[in-house]
């Protein structure tokens, strides 16, 4: 039965990164439609981003997600997913993305780690909880410069 879920748990996040590929080719956050994204998403998802980022705070739903990816985009210029490994055991996956980014704000690039726990209920994503090694490294990257000092 855990095989079944693994599977099931890897096919889900395989489909939505590849369906998150394509919702930003078409444009992303204000040019193409969350639709795309929408069926690998519980409709009561529930992200959890750290406080200190840009984009910080919970998000819930899909209009909570739709408003993250807007906030990421307004955050980040570019946001390159270089490589990715999971881990699925059953209801709970792993994934560690190695990003390659550059800051909007700021123009900075950074790489940097991310890991997420990811929970999937009924073939869905219903909640991820994502872990940066350094959010002060990423905050100060994208942070508004002050234009006062």
């Given at each position: 039965?855990?095989?079944?879920?693994?599977?099931?748990?890897?096919t889900v996040?395989?489909?939505?990164y590849?369906a998150?590929?394509?919702?930003?080719?078409?444009?992303?956050?204000g040019?193409?439609?969350?639709?795309?994204?929408?069926?690998?998403f519980?409709s009561?998802?529930v992200?959890?981003?750290?406080?200190?980022?840009?984009y910080?705070?919970?998000?819930r739903g899909h209009a909570?997600?739709?408003?993250?990816?807007?906030?990421?985009s307004?955050t980040?210029?570019s946001?390159?997913m270089?490589e990715?490994?999971?881990l699925?055991t059953?209801?709970?996956?792993v994934v560690?993305?190695?990003?390659r980014?550059?800051?909007?704000?700021?123009?900075?690039e950074?790489?940097?780690p991310?890991?997420?726990t990811?929970?999937?209920k009924d073939g869905?994503?219903?909640?991820?909880r994502?872990?940066y090694?350094?959010?002060?490294?990423i905050?100060?990257a994208?942070?508004?410069?002050?234009?006062t000092g």
């Open positions: 039965m855990t095989d079944s879920l693994t599977t099931d748990s890897l996040l395989t489909g939505m590849a998150e590929a394509e919702y930003l080719a078409a444009g992303g956050p040019e193409a439609s969350f639709d795309l994204l929408a069926p690998f519980a009561d998802v992200l959890h981003q750290a406080d200190a980022l840009p910080g705070g919970v998000w909570g997600m739709e408003r993250f990816f807007l906030a990421m307004h980040w210029e946001f390159d270089v990715q490994e999971f699925a059953g209801e709970t996956a560690l993305t190695r990003v980014a550059r800051a909007r704000a700021t123009g900075r950074l790489a940097f991310i890991l997420q990811v929970a999937i869905r994503i219903a909640e991820v994502p872990f090694w350094d959010t002060a490294a905050a100060a994208c942070a508004v410069p002050d234009e």
